[in-house]
Structure formats: C-alpha cells, structure tokens
C-alpha cells in the first residue's frame, strides 16, 4: 500500500533553514510527480511546491518562491523540502502528497514552527 513519511520539521528562529523528506513506498515514485501541501489550524490545505517525476520541472506557491526548493531523489524514493529564510508565517504542518489519478495520499505531516 502507499506510504508517504515526512520527517525533517521542527523549531527554528526567523531567517533559519529546514530541509524536510518524504519517503515514499508502495508506487512507482519515479514515474510520478509529487507535492508539498502545508495546512494551519481550522485553514485549508494550500499547495506548496511540486516537482515531476524526473525533477526537472518544478512549480511553487509565490508565498514560497525563492526561499523554499523542492527536489527528488529517485534512487531513494524520496522528496525534499529545502526550506530558506523562514518566517512566522511558514508556521505549520507540511505534507506530501501522490496523486494516483484517482485520488490523493497524503503523509502524517511534520509540524514546522518558525518563532524566536
């Protein structure tokens, strides 16, 4: 069955760098592509970043463009979240998403809290 695991998240103070994974098992990881979703408390889930399957194209929210780099390593089946520059408002729980054109798995999140 498909298993998504992130792991990575934590406390860091404004400005600080995170790198969150998510290890995937249970589909073909290198012929899919994949997201970062992150959700606060009572908001929606908002789309983060994406990357295809082969990590050559890449698509980011604007709140996120040019601090945060999304990446893959096949060999691994594993997505990256190299996180720069956080902010407060970067507050929250990050997941990993698969769509297997019927619907969405989604990881148990990994909680990032950026606050001095």
């Known amino acids: 069955q498909v298993q998504l695991v992130e792991s990575g998240g934590g406390l860091v103070q404004p400005g600080g760098s995170l790198r969150l994974s998510c290890a995937a098992s249970?589909?073909?990881?290198?012929?899919?592509?994949m997201r970062w979703y992150r959700q606060g408390p009572g908001k929606k889930r908002d789309f983060v970043a994406g990357?295809?399957?082969?990590?050559?194209?890449?698509d980011y929210a604007d709140s996120v463009k040019g601090r945060f780099t999304i990446s893959r390593d096949n060999a691994k089946n594993t997505m990256y979240l190299q996180m720069n520059n956080l902010k407060p408002e970067d507050t929250t729980v990050y997941y990993c998403n698969y769509w297997d054109g019927f619907r969405d798995y989604w990881g148990q999140g990994t909680q990032v809290t950026v606050s001095s």
């Open positions: 249970g589909f073909t990881f290198s012929t899919t592509g």
């Open positions: 990357v295809s399957a082969n990590g050559g194209s890449t």
